[in-house]
């Protein structure tokens, strides 16, 4: 075994057969029957030719992106020139940037995340061989471009992991953040947006920066908005010389010739399929304004989840949940638990489980609720990256003193 992987603990949230599971931020709502019915009917015509290999180029997944891509970017009043030769696809957004970090980041090269964040960041990064260095976020979870500029500037990545909105905290950063990453480094700019479909009004996505900046590559997913979590599909955008590097570390025909049709399918559904994003918005607010109103301390976001604190053991809260049902995120960040919007039924259900266990347990909030209301500008530390029993990271190295 390679000795950098020592100690290191697998990507870990569990699985487990509860009836309302709102811990890995999926979209609650199962796919329409309409979609289901054209994805039955596309794969059909695909199975005869499954004794061929599958479009090592996903021509037509590519061309399916850029028009979703188009519709995205005109919402929100921008007008982005895309190419198919800007598309990158995989099996997930993980394993986007897993290709991204595989061709340029690997040994003795380094890659720079803001934390807390996608845990996912720093185990790819390990995967390659790369050092994985973090800094922190400041005390409210947000980035400033000044913050970003200067930590970029001392620290010199190969790589820097950006995500908006972010994982877990649900914060979004201003185009000003990126740009400010940009300019201060020579390496790589990664923009993750695998919740962007969730930030309604539409917000300018990183794509609108990619003209005059080869270097910055923004990835999103089918798994979140979408609906198609385990369809297994994130893609990026990039300069076509970035994405053609790509090609080198890409097994070949990664993508199956059923995931492209299913795909491309989706793709033509995107209005239905992201027919539910403004309920799980509800839900999201729903969930956010009642934990407020209870005593936990809520933070902003702009996705499908919700990072809440003021919680004395969210190990106890998050095994008090488990019991009546419910699964929830223990991310490892003190006093603090995840939890993603549900349908309005699960919703329900996870606010009436918090309601009994805070009759039950009223210590369960670390301060009592009007402590916490008084208090509700500032938080307990935020240790980065510990590795949890729910959400293990790999231990990171601090940029401090050790640029
Ligand atoms: N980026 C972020 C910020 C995520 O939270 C996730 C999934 N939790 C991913 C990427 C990966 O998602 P997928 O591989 O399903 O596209």
């Known amino acids: 075994m390679r000795p950098d992987l020592v100690g ?41 030719g499954l004794n061929r290999y599958p479009d090592r180029e996903f021509t037509s997944l590519r061309e399916h992106l850029v028009t979703y891509l188009n519709t995205i970017n005109e919402r929100a009043g921008d007008s982005v020139a895309l190419e198919p030769e800007m598309i990158w696809a995989a099996n997930g957004s993980n394993e986007v940037l897993s290709h991204i970090v595989q061709a340029f980041g690997g040994p003795g090269r380094t890659v720079l995340g803001f934390t807390p964040s996608y845990s996912m960041h720093p185990l790819i990064t390990t995967g390659t061989g790369a050092s994985w260095l973090s800094a922190d976020r400041k005390d409210d979870f947000t980035l400033d471009a000044e913050t970003v500029a200067a930590e970029v500037a001392r620290v010199e990545p190969d790589i820097v992991f950006l995500c908006t909105p972010n994982n877990p905290t649900g914060t979004s950063i201003g185009l000003d953040v990126i740009e400010a990453a940009y300019d201060n480094c020579s390496g790589i700019v990664i923009v993750d947006e695998a919740y962007a479909e969730f930030s309604r009004p539409a917000k300018s996505s990183a794509m609108t920066l990619l003209e005059g900046r080869p270097r910055l ?12 979590a385990g369809l297994r599909l994130g893609y990026a955008v990039a300069d076509p010389a970035l994405i053609d590097v790509l090609r080198l570390v890409r097994l070949p025909y990664h993508l199956s010739e059923v995931t492209q049709v299913l795909a491309c399918t989706a793709l033509e559904h995107a209005e239905v399929l992201l027919g539910n994003v403004d309920r799980l918005i509800d839900s999201r607010n729903r969930m956010a304004a009642h934990l407020a109103e209870v005593g936990f301390t809520v933070h902003d976001s702009d996705s499908n989840f919700v990072l809440f604190g003021n919680i004395s053991s969210p190990a106890q809260l998050w095994q008090k949940l ?12 003190d006093g603090h638990a995840r939890v993603n919007a549900g349908t309005e039924e699960e919703t329900d ?38 590795p949890t029993r729910d959400d293990p990271t790999p231990s990171p190295t601090s940029t401090k003193g050790t640029p």
């Open 8 to 48: 290191l603990k697998p990507y870990g949230a569990p699985h487990l057969d509860v009836p309302v599971q709102l811990n890995v931020n999926e979209n609650a709502y199962p796919l329409p029957e309409v979609v289901i019915d054209s994805m039955r009917a596309a794969v059909d015509d695909h199975f005869a």
């Open 217 to 228: 590559v923004v990835s999103r997913t089918m798994s979140k908005a979408f609906a198609c």
């Open 322 to 333: 488990c019991e009546r049902g419910v699964l929830i995120r223990d991310i490892g960040i």
């Open 349 to 386: 259900a996870f606010l009436h489980a918090i309601d009994e266990i805070l009759a039950e347990s009223p210590d369960i909030l670390a301060a009592g609720p009007a402590a916490a209301a008084a208090d509700s500008g500032a938080r307990t530390a935020v240790p980065t990256d510990l």
